[in-house]
T-cell receptor, first 113, second 110 residues
Framework: KAGVTQTPRYLIKTRGQQVTLSCSPI?????VSWYQQTPGQGLQFLFE???????NKGNFPGRFSGRQFSNSRSEMNVSTLELGDSALYLC????????????FGPGTRLLVL | AQTVTQSQPEMSVQEAETVTLSCTYD???????LFWYKQPPSRQMILVIR??????QNATENRFSVNFQKAAKSFSLKISDSQLGDAAMYFC???????FGTGTSLTVIP
């Protein structure tokens, strides 16, 4: 099976702009989770989508939003970018069974200038 | 709220030696899962090992093993016979895997 893919891999934006990141999960996986990774903060959970519904949400402002399509592909949108949004954004694919492994994508590295 | 704490931001180990990475967590649940993930430099995060809380026996995967102390809410990772390829960030994660520690950067010294 193909692994988790994320596009684009690198992105440079300026403050105030918005950005959309995409994640394609492993075939058959219905759960996609998004994380923000920054040095010293580790991985911060953004949200999880399962079968097109947001099932869990972390403590991020409303500028961060997402959605999932019927083919399980997911997008994450960040509006009104701030300098502090510069980070590696990871998505993880999961089959929805408790205790099973998450499979991570390579990430999208976002730089906000 | 569940929290995961990794108190060692950086660790180093001599090649072929053994190193232990610490992780503690906080939960009121009795049944859950714990995970260790590895993130090599510029490479994707992968699962190293996982532990089911209701199992008393510590999980083992080749050179990787855990010391799971449920009452103490401790879940440490032991890497035996360390290899250069073990150099990476290691993250501890709890249950549904939405909760990760801040990571431990492991350096392996030749």
């Amino acid at each position: 099976k193909a692994g988790v893919t994320q596009t684009p891999r690198y992105l440079i934006k300026t403050r105030g702009q918005q950005v959309t990141l995409s994640c394609s999960p492993i075939s058959g996986h219905r759960s996609v989770s998004w994380y923000q990774q920054t040095p010293g903060q580790g991985l911060q959970f953004l949200f999880e989508y399962f079968s097109e519904t947001q099932r869990n949400k972390g403590n991020f402002p409303g500028r961060f939003s997402g959605r999932q399509f019927s083919n399980s592909r997911s997008e994450m949108n960040v509006s009104t970018l701030e300098l502090g949004d510069s980070a590696l954004y990871l998505c993880a694919s999961h089959d929805g069974v408790p205790g099973e492994t998450q499979y991570f994508g390579p990430g999208t590295r976002l730089l906000v200038l | 709220a569940q929290t995961v704490t990794q108190s060692q931001p950086e660790m180093s180990v001599q090649e072929a030696e053994t190193v232990t990475l610490s992780c503690t967590y906080d939960t009121s649940e009795s049944d859950y899962y714990l995970f260790w993930y590895k993130q090599p430099p510029s490479r994707q995060m992968i699962l190293v090992i996982r532990q089911e809380a209701y199992k008393q026996q510590n999980a083992t995967e080749n050179r990787f093993s855990v010391n799971f102390q449920k009452a103490a809410k401790s879940f440490s990772l032991k890497i035996s016979d360390s290899q250069l390829g073990d150099a990476a960030m290691y993250f501890c994660a709890y249950d549904n895997q939405f909760y990760f520690g801040t990571g431990t950067s492991l350096t392996v010294i030749p």
